[in-house]
């Protein structure tokens, strides 16, 4: 059976990172989140840290949704002044999703992988969301910030998740035309979501 690709799109405290772990743990096969740093820094020679620095971050959201940027391919060879800007560096970890792609069945987690791999016939794309309260309470249990400011780092994760999207797409990151499954977290729980997915799955690529 040819190689399939699960790419997880997902709002912050949606669990979609978790979700991801699980159908990977489930199938089987490759988990690619901040690996993809990693993998993108061996290619080009470029610092881990510099694409950790840009990783789903835009600089300047208002002025991206005018002057996106939209992905079509191209590397920008070693001798550019450009070479280790944010564009590049997007550039080189889409050239290391498609290479995954081609080789191995996985779950990719974010960096536009929907849109990157939109072409492709053996990719099964997922959104993955929740209400602002679930996605409230989750992240009030990491507790990565104060409690009183958890609404306000979750909105600003996701304003920023969604200009970076928009910047190298042109598309606008929740609209449910980017991706063939939709999973409601506040409604499913997560084994519930890996059962869809995987009904889905063996319905698409008879898995």
Request: aromatic share 10%.
């Amino acid at each position: 059976m040819q190689n399939y690709v699960i790419t997880i799109a997902r709002g912050y405290g949606s669990g979609g990172r978790a979700i991801g772990q699980m159908l990977a743990k489930e199938f089987n096969i490759g988990f690619y989140d901040r690996e993809l740093l990693k993998l993108a820094s061996d290619a080009s020679g470029i610092h881990e840290r510099l694409f950790a620095q840009a990783d789903e971050t835009a600089k300047n959201p208002l002025l991206h949704s005018i002057a996106k940027k939209v992905y079509k391919g191209q590397i920008i060879p070693p001798d550019r002044d450009d070479f280790i800007s944010n564009e590049n560096l997007f550039n080189y970890q889409a050239k290391i999703i498609k290479e995954l792609a081609e080789n191995e069945s996985c779950v990719i987690v974010g960096r536009c992988a929907d849109f990157i791999l939109k072409d492709l016939d053996n990719v099964l794309r997922i959104y993955v969301h929740a209400s602002s309260e679930d996605c409230i309470k989750t992240v009030e249990d990491l507790a990565v910030c104060p409690q009183k400011q958890v609404k306000n780092y979750i909105q600003n994760i996701d304003k920023r998740r969604a200009a970076y999207y928009h910047y190298f797409t042109g598309r606008d990151w929740k609209d449910a035309d980017n991706y063939d499954l939709c999973l409601n977290t506040s409604h499913l729980s997560r084994p519930q979501c890996i059962e869809l997915v995987k009904a889905y799955l063996k319905i698409k690529f008879n898995i």
